[in-house]
């Protein structure tokens, strides 16, 4: 994408989005296949660039949500396996099978009709079972003890339909990452477990069985099982968005985006002005502002108006006022110097996206993936 306005850009290091892989690499051993989540653009850093250091780096397979995101991927090049999390429609069934992407199973009645497609084209899908187990979302309900019996039953069936490889069964944990969450972690992974169990007594064992999210797969090594899969740690964040995180003394990650926008105009206000829509801020006395060419249609979430900072000369400005669609002000008063032209960094390895995020009162997850398609991103 060019960059002719210069206002705003998203720098990412491969370098360490790599370094963060082989970390987790290390950690897991060479027993455990790394799956690597770049759905939903990489979590905004690049789902191609990133993917392909990641093949050259080794990784096992990637995951994607949905299959346009896989198509994406096997445009860019990459060859590796590629696992879709989310339900496939009937529309991209054709693209699904064409490329040889691994598709999630979330139904008998979703796998009749894979089994039904793969029969049609002449080959066998292969596909991985999902397994609900207390995310009360997708899969197979193992929610309860009482429902494994049911979901293992309607699994064996779909195991034997002609048209389908069943090569693997995985589950998601909706608390791993909290400390609170870890008695309802061990109770969701026993009746994962136990599910796994059951349908081996009956002879089906999938080549695959996982269920670590990034949470898991950097503290629990005893559910790491023979596949993980990392997401958010491989972009340098900690799942649990603590800030710093106890995470972190089992693997040091290094952040790999940093967003930054140029100061495009500074200018005093009296003391009484009102600053940004809405009249949120007044200026109690004489200040100096900083207008950033950076808003919430960038991805600058609107709470961090009247709350959250960004760094401008290595020192914090408050952002004063709500944050603009393409703009946002903040109080450089006690900075001397800064001009049009400076850079103003809104997150990044001095400024964490944790400590943002947390200032807006939501996760890391969502301020790298709110980060727009109209912010060009420089690989480094």
Do not use: W
Not at 45 to 70: S, Y
Not at 161 to 178: C, K, M, Q, V
Not at 219 to 230: E, G, H, K, V, W
């Amino acid at each position: 994408m060019t960059n002719y306005a210069e206002r705003i850009c998203a720098t990412v290091s491969l370098e360490n989005i790599e370094y963060n892989f082989r970390a987790i690499r290390t950690l897991v051993g060479a027993g455990c296949r790394v799956l690597c989540v770049v759905k939903a653009d990489a979590y905004g850093h690049g789902a191609v660039p990133v993917a392909r250091r990641l093949a050259a780096a080794g990784a096992d397979a990637f995951a994607v949500a949905t299959v346009d995101e896989a198509l994406e991927l096997r445009e860019g090049g990459i060859r590796a396996d590629i696992l879709i999390l989310g339900r496939t429609s009937d529309a991209g069934l054709p693209h699904a099978l064409r490329e040889g992407f691994i598709l999630s199973v979330t139904s008998l009645a979703d796998a009749q009709l894979i089994a039904a497609a793969g029969l049609a084209a002449g080959r066998d899908v292969p596909v991985h079972i999902q397994v609900d187990t207390g995310m009360s979302r997708l899969g197979f309900s193992a929610a309860r003890e009482e429902d494994i019996p049911a979901a293992a039953a309607e699994i064996l069936r779909l195991s034997r339909l002609p048209g389908l490889r069943a090569e693997g069964i995985y589950t998601h944990f909706s608390d791993a990452d909290r400390p609170e969450g870890r008695e309802y972690t061990d109770a969701q992974a026993a009746r994962f477990i136990r599910l796994a169990d059951a349908l081996a007594a009956e002879g089906f064992r999938p080549e695959y069985i996982h269920c670590a999210n990034s949470a898991a797969t950097l503290q629990r090594a005893d559910l790491r099982m023979n596949m993980c899969r990392p997401g958010i740690c491989l972009y340098g964040c900690y799942p649990d968005s603590a800030n710093p995180s106890p995470m972190a003394a089992q693997v040091s990650l290094r952040p790999a985006m940093e967003l930054s926008a140029t100061v495009i105009h500074v200018h005093d206000v009296a003391a009484g002005g009102y600053v940004s829509y809405g009249r949120t801020h007044r200026a109690e006395e004489p200040r100096r502002l900083a207008v950033v060419a950076a808003g919430y249609a960038d991805g600058v979430h609107r709470r961090l108006g009247d709350g959250g900072a960004v760094l401008i000369r290595g020192a914090r400005a408050p952002i004063v006022g709500r944050v603009c669609m393409d703009m946002l002000m903040a109080d450089v008063t006690d900075i001397p110097g800064v001009l049009p032209g400076d850079r103003a960094v809104i997150f990044g390895p001095s400024l964490s996206v944790e400590e943002q995020a947390a200032c807006a009162g939501t996760v890391s997850y969502e301020l790298l993936c709110a980060v727009s398609k109209r912010v060009p991103r420089e690989y480094i």
